[in-house]
């Protein structure tokens, strides 16, 4: 029986070391199994940044849009519609550009500004076109046209008379005036004005006869 008692504490004694040695390797291997899915969600995170969109201005020394002057140029008038050109005259030595469409303001004889509503294109054959880039020389001439009716409407017992018409080339803050024609203006004030158009224009054949 001394015998076997020895050989069991042999035994106990041998197993030591192998416990010892699987406890030592159990934590390299949990740091082994964390350490991978950390790298993977790493590489998967992006970033997305949105950048405003370019733009592009060009300006031209010396088109203000005080270099132009305003002229009325045309007139004529069927079944209650009128029609009006206008001239808008490059004064500078320089090509301008313009496109788009002019404000528009009314004002009566005694100077006050007369509520205005304006219509761009409208339905008419002289101020239902697309806008296009014009480009006005030193001394030419871009045009527009303009549109109103003399016909009271059903809420109006007398219509606003205008003196003067003012002007704002498109994309210019220069309000430019003519008068030396009266404009009996209905329907609360309204005018429906066409984009501006070049002398080379097709449009051109869309202007009111010279005034006599």
Not at 128 to 142: I, L, M, Q, R
Not at 178 to 184: E, I
């Amino acid at each position: 029986m001394p015998g076997v008692r020895v050989r069991l504490l042999v035994l106990s004694a041998a197993l030591v070391p192998v416990a010892s040695l699987g406890g030592c390797s159990s934590p390299k291997q949990t740091a082994t199994a964390t350490s991978g899915p950390t790298a993977t969600s790493t590489s998967m995170v992006t970033t997305t940044v949105s950048l405003p969109p370019s733009t592009t201005t060009t300006t031209v020394p010396g088109c203000t849009g005080a270099n132009y002057t305003l002229a009325l140029l045309g007139t004529q008038g069927a079944a209650g519609t009128f029609e009006v050109t206008f001239g808008l005259r490059n004064g500078s030595s320089v090509t301008c550009p313009l496109s788009g469409y002019p404000g528009i303001q009314l004002i009566d004889a005694a100077g006050a500004d007369i509520p205005t509503t304006t219509n761009r294109g409208g339905s008419l054959s002289f101020t239902d076109f697309p806008a296009a880039a014009v480009s006005v020389g030193a001394g030419a001439t871009a045009y527009f046209n303009l549109a109103y009716s003399d016909v009271p409407t059903g809420t109006e017992s007398s219509c606003p008379v205008a003196a003067v018409v003012q002007a704002i080339p498109p994309n210019t803050s220069a309000a430019l005036r003519v008068s030396g024609q009266q404009f009996m203006v209905c329907d609360v004030g309204t005018v429906t004005v066409s984009p501006v158009f070049g002398q080379g224009s097709p449009e051109t054949q869309t202007t009111a006869p010279p005034r006599s």
